[in-house]
Every structure is written in C-alpha cells, then in structure tokens.
C-alpha cells in the first residue's frame, strides 16, 4: 500500500524552541508539498520542491522552511516555533502531474 | 491570484442526495479534484474530473464542471453517516509544478 508517512501525529513545543517535521514518501514521486490547514482557511501551502535539493515558496512561507536531501524525504523546519503557528501540517507527494497522496497530518501545539 | 471557493456547512438527511459546490477562478485549469477528509485524518483523493469533460460518474459519486461558469460540484447519491466528512475542492494551478489549489473546505453533516 502506497504511503507517506509523517513522523508524529501530535506534537507540543515552546515558544522559541527550533521544530523539525518530517515526511517520507514511498512511491518514487518527484513532488512533495507541506500545507497548514486552519479551521475556515482551508490548505494553504507553505513550500515545495519538484526535485532533490530543490525549493519553492508557497503561499505562506515566512517562519519556515525545508529540507529536501533524498527523493523520499522533505522536512519543514520551524526555525523559531511561535504561537501564531500552532496548527495541522499536512504532508503530499505527487507525480509531475497526478493527484496528491496526503500523510495523516501532525497537529502541532506551541505554547 | 487563483482561487477556489466553497460553501463551508452542508446538512442532509441520511438517504438524501448531497450536493457540494465550488467555484474557481484559474480559466486554463487541466484537472479539478475532489478530496475527503475524515476526522482526525489526511486528504484522500475521492474523484477528479478533466477539463474538457462535462461529467463523471463513479458509483454514488456523480460530479459536474461548468467550464463557462467556472462551476464544479459533488453530487453524492443516498447519503450515508460514513459521508459525514470535510470535502475539498482543488484546482490545478496553470504556472506549472502541479501545484494544487484548495477550497476552504466544506463540512458535511449528516444526520438519521
């Protein structure tokens, strides 16, 4: 069964702390996106990458960013975890151009 | 810049037919997309249409584009309590990347 998997379902920081989410994917897609979901917001993308090593911005990128080392993985960073980005972050992968396989998300609290 | 808009609540009875509309604004779109999402759960791709197709029909999902209007909707047919469920339009954004555009999201409620 095709997956992506994100490394935690719920987490809790503080304030200030460096957060690392992680998102591995096993189908060999050469896309891979990290969203937010907020209640009445919907999806909102925050960055993806098309490639190894490579990166683009989203919609809503400032605060973060990522890490994408080998095809499977991509990580989000929170370089200095605030309140304002207590949320669910959702992980996809997709081909060059199919629809997306989403993780379970990992609801992130920072207080 | 594009966007895709949505009502945010449904409520139907069980047995009912469910109707969840979408709008977008992107006039070249190549595939619009329907997607679920459980409690507690990620997205899961329910169905997707081409932009050159009027209608698909997938058991008891039946959806519907109007490329003039820049319409789309979700009919599902004799709605269930397993429906109940966030609903999500997407639009796939035209400037490349296979970058996906999302609703807001719609919550549908059904009720005995």
């Known amino acids: 069964d095709v997956k992506v998997t994100q490394s935690s379902r719920y987490l809790v920081k503080r304030t200030g702390e460096k957060v690392f989410l992680e998102c591995v994917q096993d189908?060999?897609?050469?896309?891979m996106f990290w969203y937010r979901q907020d209640p009445g917001l919907g999806l909102r993308l925050i960055y993806f990458?098309?490639?190894?090593?490579?990166?683009e911005k989203g919609d809503i990128p400032e605060g973060y960013s990522v890490s994408r080392e080998k095809k499977e993985r991509f990580s989000l960073i929170l370089e200095s975890a605030s309140t304002n980005q207590t949320s669910m972050y959702l992980c996809?992968?997709?081909?060059?151009?199919?629809?997306?396989?989403f993780g379970s998300g990992t609801r992130l609290t920072v207080v | 810049g594009e966007d895709v808009e949505q009502s945010l609540f449904l409520s139907v009875r069980e047995g009912d037919s469910s109707v969840i509309n979408c709008t977008y604004t992107d006039s070249s779109s190549t595939y619009l997309y329907w997607y679920k999402q459980e409690p507690g759960a990620g997205l899961q791709l329910l169905t997707y249409i081409f932009s050159n197709m009027d209608m698909k029909q997938d058991q008891r999902l039946t959806v519907l584009l109007n490329k003039k209007d820049k319409h789309l909707s979700l009919r599902i047919a004799d709605t269930q309590t397993g429906d109940s469920a966030i609903y999500f339009c997407a639009d796939s954004f035209s400037g490349g990347y296979n970058k996906l555009i999302f609703g807001a999201g719609t919550r549908l409620a059904v009720h005995p």
């Open positions: 996809a992968s997709s081909t060059l151009r199919g629809g997306y396989t």
């Open positions: 990458s098309y490639d190894v090593k490579m990166k």
């Open positions: 189908m060999d897609h050469e896309n």
